[in-house]
């Protein structure tokens, strides 16, 4: 029986530049579930200077993926929310195999699986793009682009007037090594989940390079109206 928006749970894989943290919160607005980012979850403890925040640091400042223990036990915690009771969509979770296991693992203790998991593919130039012309504000998080969506007056936020900035892995030398990490570490787990057909591919092409009919194809893809 198909599920309703409410009961799904739901990964969102792709490439750092890919569009999947935007995509991720659209899709939990419209099915009513809840939006784990765990970049979103390291940058606030970077921020807060939590010890999980200080040893995180560590990892992402130079493009590598934080260790499968701390990522896989903090989902964990997070999942257990009541928030979460009516699904959930996970973005930027898991990123290694290991952490597919753990998140299986997690998940069979409570007698659940997960239902899609979204595989967004984009062209690497385009994500270079992308990703360098990236900004974000330092004091609420909104996100701006140099190029396709600029703030209203250079470097300052057009929600709150903080200044704005560039992520220290959004800088060219980074992006390139957070891509070799994807390609080895995270595009594996693709076909772990395409085993179990639970994938859904969602291709970003210059015809659709649109945030808007990406979620259409998305939708489309996992035959949710
Ligand atoms: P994101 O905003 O999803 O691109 O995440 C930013 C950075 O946080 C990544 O480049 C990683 O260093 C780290 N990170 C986020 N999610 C994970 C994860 N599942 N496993 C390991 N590191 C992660």
Known sequence: MMKTGKQMKIVIIGPPGAGKGTQAKI??????????????????????????????????????????????????????????????????????????????????????TIDYVINISLDEDTLIKRMGGRRICDSCGALYHIDDYPPKKDGECDKCGAALSQREDDKEDTIRRRLTV????????????????????????????????????????????
């Open 27 to 112: 899709i939990s607005e419209r099915l009513g579930l809840f939006h784990i980012s765990t970049g979103d979850i390291f940058r606030k403890a970077i921020k807060d200077q939590t010890p999980v925040g200080v040893e995180a640091k560590k990892y992402i400042d130079k493009g590598a993926l934080v260790p499968d223990e701390i990522t896989a036990g903090i989902i964990k915690d997070r999942i257990a929310y009541k928030d979460c009771d009516e699904g959930y969509i996970l973005d930027g979770f898991p990123r290694t195999i290991g952490q597919a296991r753990a998140l299986d693992n997690i998940l069979a203790d409570k007698g659940e």
């Open 182 to 225: 994807y390609k080895e570490q995270t595009l594996p787990i693709i076909s772990y989940y395409k085993d179990k057909g639970i994938v859904v591919e969602v291709l970003v092409d210059k015809d659709n390079d649109v945030k808007e009919l990406v979620t259409e194809v998305i939708f489309k893809a996992m035959g949710v109206s």
